[in-house]
């Protein structure tokens, strides 16, 4: 089965940085695409950042560019996610999905939270102001 752990959330000033990570089972990251999503309170979850590993591809949303970064660590089976310059509006639970490369049919034009088949628990991310 397909299982998703996110952690390493946490309340920050702004300004400073965090990086979750998100523990991944049962599949291969080489077939899967693989992002990070969010959801602030009375807000649409929403695609913050999204990649590839097979073939490097990602992408960010805009306001998030320049300060977020994705990467994996395939022998662990991780996907991290490192946010710098953290701003008050980045205050959101954070999730981990994923969903086999074919069904994006091996393109990655956004990060769509509806396109994710596999969904981990959220972590918090707090930034103060």
């Known amino acids: 089965d397909v299982q998703l752990q996110a952690s390493g959330g946490g309340l920050v000033q702004a300004g400073g940085s965090l990086r979750p990570s998100c523990q991944a089972s049962g599949f291969n990251f080489d077939d899967y695409a693989i992002g990070w999503f969010r959801q602030a309170p009375g807000r649409e979850r929403e695609g913050v950042s999204c990649?590839?590993?097979?073939?490097?591809?990602?992408y960010y949303t805009d306001s998030v560019k320049g300060r977020f970064t994705i990467s994996t660590d395939n022998r662990q089976n991780t996907v991290y996610l490192q946010m710098n310059s953290l701003k008050p509006e980045d205050t959101a639970v954070y999730y981990c999905?994923?969903?086999?490369?074919?069904?994006?049919?091996?393109?990655?034009?956004?990060?769509?939270?509806?396109?994710?088949?596999?969904w981990g628990q959220g972590t918090q991310v707090t930034v103060s102001s």
């Open positions: 999905a994923a969903i086999p490369y074919y069904k994006l049919g091996y393109i990655l034009p956004g990060c769509r939270p509806y396109e994710y088949g596999y």
């Open positions: 990649m590839s590993s097979s073939d490097g591809i990602t």
